[in-house]
């Protein structure tokens, strides 16, 4: 009886550690925190650097190329 538990679980433990269905989500959980990670260091709040300030000074200097 005991032998008999023992493969049930040798054999569980096995199905379990080759199971892969939520290793999908989990990456897709990274990926999505690896996104907003990057959209929070580009577009920070500190107005003195960042792809914000350099976007607007670039959309400025376009507009005043254009402008008549």
């Keep these: 009886m005991l032998t ?8 569980a433990l096995d199905q379990l550690r080759k199971d892969e269905r939520g290793v999908t989500a989990i990456e897709y959980a990274i990926v999505a925190v690896a996104i ?10 500190d ?8 976007l607007d000074a670039a959309f400025t200097n376009i507009t005043n190329a254009i402008t008549p």
């Excluded at 907003?36 to 709040?45: E, H, I, M, Q």
């Design 4 to 11: 008999k538990l023992y493969v049930k679980s040798a054999v």
């Design 36 to 45: 907003a990670g990057v959209v929070a260091a580009v577009f920070t709040s």
């Design 47 to 54: 107005s003195s650097s960042g792809l914000k300030t350099a």
